[in-house]
């Protein structure tokens, strides 16, 4: 079965940093590529990463360029998304996924507040 599970969010004080981890289950995160988005209730789901299945070739949101960074892990089969310079603005919940399936996780919370 294939699953998807977000970890690492919670809440951070503006400029702040925390690291998302998206393990994958089921299916082999690296003959994937994995995309990040979150949401914020009331508002479209937004695009905050993406990476092809080599994990190599990266593109980021905007909103979200050159303060987040997504990694891999393949002996880990999991997926990260660094975040730094937190702002209130990126306050949501993140999730991961496999967009080629359409498969997404659970998401988790992610609140930037002083």
């Known amino acids: 079965q294939v699953k998807l599970v977000e970890s690492g969010g919670g809440l951070v004080q503006p400029g702040g940093s925390l690291r998302l981890s998206c393990a994958g289950s089921?299916?082999?995160?690296?003959?994937?590529?994995i995309r990040w988005t979150r949401q914020v209730p009331g508002k479209e789901r937004e695009l905050v990463a993406n990476?092809?299945?080599?994990?190599?070739?990266?593109d980021y949101g905007d909103s979200v360029k050159g303060r987040f960074t997504d990694s891999r892990d393949n002996r880990e089969n999991t997926v990260f998304l660094q975040m730094n310079s937190l702002k209130p603005e990126d306050t949501a919940v993140y999730y991961c996924?496999?967009?080629?399936?359409?498969?997404w996780g659970q998401g988790t919370q992610v609140t930037v507040s002083a």
């Open positions: 990476s092809d299945p080599t994990g190599r070739r990266k």
């Open positions: 996924g496999v967009p080629l399936y359409n498969y």
């Open positions: 089921g299916f082999i995160i690296s003959a994937y590529a």
